[in-house]
Nanobody, 119 residues
Framework: VQLQASGGGLVQAGGSLRLSCAAS????????IGWFRQAPGKEREGVSC????????YYADSVKGRFTISSDNAKNTVYLQMNSLKPEDTAVYYC?????????????WGKGTLVTVSS
C-alpha cells in the first residue's frame, strides 16, 4: 500500500497549484482520502477529504471556496486544486487513506509535498 503526493512548489500569493495523490496497492473505492497540512511550528491540520462511499467532500473553513478535492478512480488518484493561494497556506501537504471514512482515523499516509506561497 502506497500513497504518493506530488505537485507542490513555489507560487505567488493569488496563484494556483494542483496536488495529486496517487494510490497503489489498494482501490480508492474502499477508502476515504484526506489532505492534511503541517506548517512550520504548527500542528497538522485537516484540509479536505473525499468519501469513498458517496463522494461527499469536506473542507476546512480556511480553504472553503478556494480548494477543490476530486477523485479519478480510474487513475486511482485524488487531486486537490488550490486557487487563490495565501502565504498562510504554506505547509507540507500530506494525503492519507482511511477505511473508516473522513471522520475516522487514517490508515495509510504518504510522504508530503511542500507548498510555499510567497507574498
Amino acid at each position: 500500500v502506497q500513497l504518493q503526493a506530488s505537485g507542490g512548489g513555489l507560487v505567488q500569493a493569488g496563484g494556483s497549484l494542483r496536488l495529486s495523490c496517487a494510490a497503489s496497492g489498494f482501490s480508492l473505492d474502499d477508502y476515504a482520502i484526506g489532505w492534511f497540512r503541517q506548517a512550520p511550528g504548527k500542528e497538522r491540520e485537516g484540509v479536505s477529504c473525499i468519501s469513498s462511499s458517496d463522494g461527499s467532500t469536506y473542507y476546512a473553513d480556511s480553504v472553503k471556496g478556494r480548494f477543490t478535492i476530486s477523485s479519478d478512480n480510474a487513475k486511482n488518484t485524488v487531486y486537490l486544486q488550490m486557487n487563490s493561494l495565501k502565504p498562510e497556506d504554506t505547509a507540507v501537504y500530506y494525503c492519507a487513506a482511511g477505511v473508516y471514512g473522513c471522520y475516522g482515523p487514517m490508515n495509510y499516509w504518504g510522504k508530503g509535498t511542500l507548498v510555499t506561497v510567497s507574498s
